[in-house]
């Protein structure tokens, strides 16, 4: 099956994007969150890297192309509505967040709020020379 014959079974929203999860393929460990458009989807299939739509930038973007964080995707999911798609990857350098931590998902709901509970392992001015995070 070609790559458009694939991207027709997909349900974008009205936007034209679909959310991505990417998973870590040993630890199942949930990374991140982000967004893909039919280009970037069909990207990813033929990079073997993950490749999103960045809605802030109005643009393709290559997971790593500035932090050198790169996620190869082993496996890619469609849902029962076809509307989420969930990546295995394997996660370079072992930060999915652009705040340097392992993954996006570092607080947790307790009783005074917002709760951090995973360290920074490199700083975003290490990573990207500013302070992004």
Request: glycine share 10%; with cysteine.
């Given at each position: 099956m070609n790559t458009q014959q694939l991207l027709e079974e997909v349900s974008f929203n009205s936007d034209g994007l679909i959310p991505a999860i990417a998973q870590d393929l040993s630890s199942g460990e949930i990374l991140m969150m982000a967004w893909m458009n039919s280009d970037?989807?069909?990207?990813t299939i033929k990079a073997?890297?993950?490749?999103y739509w960045s809605r802030s930038r109005g643009k393709l973007w290559?997971?790593?192309e500035e932090s050198g964080n790169t996620q190869t995707v082993r496996e890619i999911r469609l849902d029962c509505d076809g509307?989420?798609?969930l990546l295995k990857v394997e996660q370079s350098g072992g930060i999915a967040c652009h705040t340097g931590r392992r993954?996006?998902?570092y607080r947790k709901l307790a009783d005074a709020g917002w709760?951090?509970?995973?360290p920074?392992?490199?700083?975003p001015g290490d990573i990207?020379?500013?302070n992004d995070g």
């Open positions: 970037a989807l069909a990207a073997g890297e993950a490749i290559h997971k790593g509307d989420t798609l993954h996006c998902f709760e951090t509970t995973e920074v392992l490199r700083s990207y020379g500013k």
